[in-house]
């Protein structure tokens, strides 16, 4: 009996199948010591335990007791599980926005680059014509002095050299303000390339050591820096990248 009993304790003794558990290893180790002297033992069985009123009712606040912390155990982990999931649902919402706002800032670099491409390309094209028309120009002009050399009327041909010269200098005029045209149109066309431009303006007159201040659009920022007794309209608070 000492070695079923042994360290067992009360629940492994007596509650459920423990009951049948000790009566099979008291079958076991009886059943060992019988057979030494041939016998043979049958029908072991393990008594029915009373317990006291007051026994039971400390039992089964122990039961209970032992449930609620189980319970308590399993609500635990539950709430551990949901707010890991929950965690994991935020964080991959972070990062999908955090990668659509990064493609749409690469698909708008690569769009003003292609702009200015066209721009470089346009105006290689308008400064081609305009040596055109001055390569042009001065061939008349070139045209009209060997005439003049050849023609006996120098006062004619010193008009028709003058008029030529103001033609040219009108074709000139024309050649340049198209070019001026031209890219008033482009602008006019595309505002977001004349934006482009402001901004690249404004980057390059920046220097290392001014501040930028970034306020919400259609804002204008009346009070910046806070003194006495004055609040600021802006929030100048540090903000880490």
Request: net charge negative.
């Amino acid at each position: 009996m000492k070695v079923c009993v042994g360290q067992r304790t009360f629940n492994d003794s007596i509650i459920g199948s423990a009951r049948d558990d000790l009566r099979n290893c008291v079958d076991e180790e009886l059943g060992k010591f019988s057979s030494v002297f041939g016998a043979t033992l049958a029908n072991v069985v393990v008594p029915d335990v009373v317990l006291s009123d007051d026994v039971r009712s400390r039992l089964d606040a122990i039961v209970q007791s032992r449930l609620e912390t189980e319970k308590a155990a399993q609500d635990k982990l539950k709430a551990d599980a949901e707010s890991a999931a929950e965690q994991a649902r935020q964080e991959g919402e972070i990062r999908v926005q955090q990668s659509r706002i990064q493609e749409e800032s690469k698909q708008q670099t690569l769009l003003a680059e292609l702009e200015q491409k066209k721009i470089l390309s346009q105006k290689s094209v308008i400064e081609a014509e305009r040596a055109n028309e001055l390569a042009r120009v001065e061939a008349e002009q070139a045209i009209i002095e060997a005439q003049k050399i050849n023609e006996l009327l120098a006062a004619e041909k010193d008009l028709e050299i003058n008029q030529a010269m103001a033609k040219a200098a009108v074709e000139k005029a024309k050649a340049d303000l198209a070019y001026q045209q031209i890219l008033a149109g482009i602008y006019d066309k595309n505002p977001g390339l004349l934006n482009l431009r402001i901004v690249q303006a404004n980057a390059d007159a920046l220097k290392a050591t001014d501040k930028l201040i970034f306020t919400p659009e259609g804002t204008v920022p009346n009070i910046v820096i806070p003194g006495s007794g004055v609040l600021p309209t802006i929030n100048t608070a540090p903000v880490s990248p």
